[in-house]
């Protein structure tokens, strides 16, 4: 598997203040996706206080994460996404 990152950083990708009852929905929604993706992870979203911020996934490939962004919020990551490797 690979560590993808999607980011959000322009602000029509940005992440808007969401309360927890807004959370627990839309991880709710991610989590009955990856029951289609056994071994996918979405290890989390990472937001600054302005929106900006960055998604942390384990999967086969940047494709099937697009794929399942897609399928939950109806469009592909807007800023992107990649695949990264550690290396410190």
């Given amino acids: 598997m690979a ?17 927890p009852a807004e959370c627990a929905s839309i991880r709710a929604k991610y989590d009955d996706a990856l029951r289609a993706h056994p071994g ?3 290890h989390g979203v990472f937001v600054a206080s302005n929106g900006q ?23 592909p990551p807007r800023d992107g996404a990649v695949a990264v490797t550690k290396i410190i």
């Fill in 3 to 19: 560590r993808i990152i999607v980011f959000h950083y322009s602000p029509a990708a940005r992440v808007p203040k969401l309360t």
């Fill in 40 to 42: 996918v992870v979405l």
């Fill in 53 to 75: 911020g960055i998604c942390e996934w384990e999967a086969p490939d940047v494709a099937t994460v697009q794929r399942i962004i897609t399928q939950v919020d109806g469009h």
